[in-house]
């Protein structure tokens, strides 16, 4: 039997060419349209209703729309903004302890549809469906497989959580959307780097580096987009910089992996420094930057919260080193820190505190707004048992379950199996879960698992496709049906939450029969 030729540097450095583009992007706008359409409808309900943190972002978004800062609402807002009054906005500056990035695309929103509940949820919708599209092209690119990035997306399109947050307007939607684009371009510079790499080789007439280090590839991209994604999610939520940090490694030490497959044998490991510094700056500085200028107008202003600090301490060093506006920024941001690890956060408490060791498992999900005993012949109750409508930031029980498993599965895949591949939604997964771990002195809630649900349905579907196997594989067919029971269980069960996940009127019974864990009430 003939000896198997081992592929030439060069081939394995070009390991995909996608011959499906065209197709994979009808694939994945149908999909996320799905979800868009999904989601918008009745988006509007609870009409013109803050629920939840609402109260907090939808009004701060306005605030930022008059004066370019988060000014004080009365008490007794939220009652007057249901009536179309918004007089109780005043410009006496708030503190608040989110960057305002998330608050100004809830403001688009309400800029365009009005103070309403449609106009401070619609962009959330857009973000939400953006999100599922992000996914698949992620999935698609490290799996190699359009049929796979497809599975995630539907996985995510029938997720509860994901669902429910993009339909409300907090930050945390536009983090996940940010934190996906941003993973999702760092892989693409992956696969051009390297094919760069290779037609640097070709051009010089190389077939290996042959112990050298090579020429470098300067060209970079995908590195900068994922710079400023990186920037966009911190400038929602700070908890960004952790997937930031663990991608940024992750990309250089990928160019020490093309290097050494390209010949360069020891002399590879220099990448990180000559790749990581570039590296550095592409990331991590325009990530910084692109931070900064989320802050432009709150610069621009005089009203905003400490925006005055700068001026009332003029001796300070940072005054001295960065200028007024500049120094009472950095002090704000202090503050801001202060909070978020000082005695008062953590002497909270609140009755939807979850501990991230359930999170995976979905044991305490979150009630985003209910409203209880709605007696018969009251709202459309018919009886003989009280009614109920809620809104429950609850992820979709058999998706979450599976894909914790596929979670695992993945990373023994990824380390004992040594395939890229798999490391990607782990590292994703883990770099937006572990973090939270530090936090358990504090309240903390299970809807910021938003940001690692596309993560683990990537991992799932990629699991999915290992059950499938390859295209010409003897057990294709029966990998196929138990791939396609385990997605239509999803979608099954999504549906028959859909009442808890959008404000439908409930009888009692029916809603603890969809409550399959005594937590989860």
């Known amino acids: 039997m003939p000896e198997r030729r081992r592929p030439a540097a060069i081939e394995r450095l070009r390991a995909w060419q996608p011959t499906d583009e065209l197709a994979s992007w009808g694939v994945t706008i149908g999909i996320a349209a799905l979800a868009f359409f999904l989601r918008l409808v009745n988006v509007a309900r609870p009409e013109n209703k803050l629920v939840f943190d609402e109260s907090y972002y939808a009004k701060e978004a306005w605030s930022l729309l008059q004066y370019g800062y988060e000014g004080t609402w009365a008490e007794g807002a939220n009652a007057q ?9 005043s410009d006496r500056a708030s ?23 449609f106009g401070w949820r619609i962009v959330a919708v857009v973000f939400g469906a953006l999100l599922v599209a992000a996914t698949i092209r992620l999935a698609r690119r490290v799996s190699r497989s359009t049929l796979v990035g497809a599975t995630a997306g539907i996985l995510l399109t029938f997720d509860g959580l994901a669902f429910t947050m993009s339909r409300i307007a907090l930050l945390d939607i536009f983090q996940a959307t940010f934190l996906v684009m941003a993973v999702a371009a760092v892989v693409a510079d992956r696969d051009h780097a390297r094919h760069r790499l290779a037609d640097a080789m070709e051009r010089r007439g190389l077939t290996s580096l042959a112990g050298t280090f090579g020429p470098m590839v300067w060209w970079r991209p ?24 663990v991608f940024g490694i992750v990309s250089v030490l990928w160019d020490v992996g093309a290097r050494r497959l390209a010949g360069a044998g020891f002399r590879s490991w220099l990448a990180l420094v000559l790749d990581g510094l570039p590296a550095f700056v592409a990331m991590v500085v325009t990530a910084a930057l692109t931070y900064l200028a989320t802050w432009t107008r709150w610069l621009q202003t005089t009203g905003g919260w400490g925006r005055g600090w700068g001026a009332d301490h003029p001796d300070d060093p940072w005054v001295s080193a960065f200028g007024q506006g500049l120094a009472s920024l950095l002090n704000y941001h202090r503050d801001i820190f202060n909070f978020h690890t000082g005695s008062y956060i953590r002497e909270q408490t609140h009755p939807y505190d979850a501990h991230p060791a359930g999170w995976l498992l979905m044991l305490r999900p979150t009630g985003i707004d209910a409203v209880n005993d709605i007696a018969p012949g009251t709202d459309g109750c018919l009886g003989p048992d009280n009614c ?3 809104i429950s930031g609850m992820g979709t029980p058999v998706l979450w379950w599976m894909a914790a498993i596929a979670l695992v599965v993945a990373i023994v895949w990824w380390v004992a199996g040594r395939d890229w591949r798999f490391g990607v939604p782990v590292l994703g997964a883990l770099a937006t879960y572990l973090p939270w771990f530090a936090s358990t002195d504090r309240p903390t809630f299970f809807f910021y698992a938003i940001t690692i649900i596309p993560f683990t349905c990537i991992a799932l579907a990629m699991v999915l496709g290992l059950v499938v196997g390859p295209v010409d594989g003897p057990g294709r067919r029966r990998g196929g049906i138990i791939a396609g029971v385990a997605v239509g269980l999803v979608v099954a069960n999504f549906a028959y939450l859909y009442p808890v996940l959008t404000d439908q009127l409930l009888p009692h019974p029916d809603w603890l029969a969809r409550m399959w864990l005594r937590s989860w009430i």
Do not use: Q
């Open 81 to 89: 903004i249901l009536t179309g009054d918004l007089s109780g906005l």
């Open 95 to 117: 503190f608040v302890v989110h960057p305002p990035l998330g608050k100004w695309l809830i403001a688009f929103g309400e800029y365009l549809f009005g103070m309403n509940s």
């Open 222 to 245: 995908w590195r900068w987009t994922a710079g400023v994604l990186f920037g966009c999610a911190a400038a929602c939520k700070w908890n960004s910089i952790f997937v930031l940090a």
């Open 388 to 390: 109920l409508r809620v």
